[in-house]
């Protein structure tokens, strides 16, 4: 029987591995990690992340061909196939801090590894790492070998949170890339030998190994680059007076450009786009290409552009001043079916609006109070290291309350912010909401799921992301 082993426990490495156990039924399948309480969250029936379908999928396979350990290195020297999927957050400090992706997790597994292996084996980049890593992780194990023979694959992951399940169901591509020696090919034809369990052999893709790593971070760059397109045009929409809804429609009709990832919102988030854009400027420049680096500078320069604006338009719009005024935040998550935090937009909004000495009340479904206090008392790339290497017990935010509904958040709010696309936003009963909120109560939609009409004729001054301005906001001053 062929035995897997996944180093790392986390959004990619859990979901995964669960998903390889129920479609290899003749695979055994290890998930290790070093942190006890993330593998007893697995062990238990509430899983540390939620992702739609995941839980059905776990409790199938866990106690038959799928296991969640903290013993890491007996299921890696068992394993012929080591998964490692361990964080690597952008460097804070040295060389190529706040850009260059930090290999310290990925280097211990390497060395470790190196140091359990008595039998030969295969090593799948599984996190998102910079180009020429497989490289150096080679020398490693190779150096560090005692005579065992390892062969290193590139096999990014292309999941979306919230769809993930589905997503690893049903795969656009899965990219595998290797050396091109006989070793290597022979390798990769036993990684793709697992996908094909399920996968179409048409949508297994095999590449050299440079190929595969680099091809996760055009893909993360490309539809980061989107999304900063899209809201680039919202700041003009609102300028004119245009629709930016009707605008992505029409551009999206045309074949050529499709209509995914063009909706206008407060910024892009997750643990993904910002890190692997950083990621490439930082190989752009290392290449001596800082015109290409420049160029992907500036999707993240429109991406902290547009968080900026927003504060800046829920100050400006309510007499230049929240200080001391309670705002409701709907949503925290970066996208809704998640309760991942990682970049989320929301947290940068909260810091701002708290600059202003504004009093917060947080709903989100999903996140819970501590994650949330920990999110807005972080130093920025703090959230991408192992927990138990995290500031331990952060300082409390004091002028944040996080509530368990939203009627309770609004509740005397003079005005409310939806930072996430939850379903349920759409639905609430605002004549409620504007009943039990101070006047003029201030409606301001960073995903552009409100019926704008609908809530003014309630009374609310709606701010609607790229959508025409409510005469209020047009007498307001400028937003910088």
């Known amino acids: 029987m062929v035995k897997i082993c996944c180093i790392g426990a986390g959004y990619v490495g859990g979901p995964t591995m669960a998903v390889i156990a129920l479609k290899c039924p003749n695979i055994q399948v290890a998930v290790v990690d070093i942190s006890a309480a993330r593998i007893n969250a697995w062990n238990s029936d509430t899983l540390p992340i939620y992702e739609p379908g995941l839980d059905e999928v776990v409790k199938k396979c866990k106690g038959k061909n799928l296991s969640f350990s903290t013993d890491v290195e007996k299921h890696v020297s068992e394993a012929d196939i080591v998964f490692v999927s361990v964080n690597t957050p952008t460097k804070t400090q040295g060389l190529g801090a706040g850009k260059a992706a930090d290999l310290t997790y990925w280097e211990s597994a390497a060395r470790m590894i190196a140091d359990v292996a008595k039998s030969n084996k295969i090593v799948v980049e599984k996190s998102t790492v ?42 656009d591509r899965v990219l595998i890339g290797g050396r091109e020696t006989p070793e290597g090919k022979k390798a990769i034809e036993t990684l ?37 397109s899209v809201n680039s045009m919202s700041a003009l929409c609102e300028a004119t007076g245009a629709d930016v809804s009707q605008v992505s429609h029409a551009v999206g009709k045309d074949t050529r450009i499709g209509p995914k990832f063009l909706n206008a919102s407060v910024g892009f988030g997750g643990s993904c ?26 999707v993240i320069k429109v991406n902290d ?78 959230w991408d290291h192992p927990v138990h290497l995290q500031p331990m017990s952060p300082t409390s935010v004091t002028d944040v309350s996080v509530v368990w509904d939203a009627y309770t958040a609004t509740k005397d709010a003079h005005a409310l912010c939806i930072l996430t696309e939850w379903d349920e936003f759409q639905k609430l009963d605002y004549q409620k909401i504007f009943d039990n909120m101070q006047k003029p ?40």
């Open 273 to 298: 786009f910002q890190k692997d854009i950083l990621n490439l400027v930082y190989i752009c420049e290392c290449n001596g290409l800082p015109e290409v680096a420049n160029y992907w500078k500036q």
């Open 192 to 228: 793709r030998d697992v996908y094909a369990q399920w996968v179409p052999m048409d949508r297994i893709i095999c590449t050299n190994l440079w190929s595969a790593e680099l091809s996760k971070l055009a893909a993360n760059a490309f539809l980061a680059q989107r999304i900063s």
């Open 441 to 480: 109560a201030f409606v301001f939609d960073g995903r552009n799921v409100v019926d704008v009409e609908k809530l003014r004729k309630i009374g609310f001054i709606v701010y609607s992301i790229g959508k025409p301005l409510d005469d209020w906001l047009k007498d307001m001053p400028a937003v910088a």
């Open 305 to 382: 552009y547009q968080k900026t604006r927003f504060v800046n338009r829920v100050v400006s719009s309510m007499f230049n001043t929240v200080s001391g005024k309670k705002i409701a935040i709907l949503g925290f998550a970066f996208k809704k079916d998640t309760g991942d935090t990682r970049e989320t937009p929301a947290i940068d909004v909260c810091k701002g609006l708290i600059g202003d000495k504004a009093t917060l009340s947080i709903y989100d479904p999903q996140v819970h109070q501590d994650q949330i206090q920990r999110d807005l008392s972080m130093k920025k790339f703090d």
């Open 130 to 171: 910079p180009v020429k890593t497989a490289e150096a992780i080679e020398k490693i194990l190779t150096h560090n070998s005692k005579g065992v023979d390892f062969q290193i694959l590139s096999n990014p992951e292309f999941l979306a949170e919230g769809t993930a399940i589905s997503d690893l169901f049903n795969p």
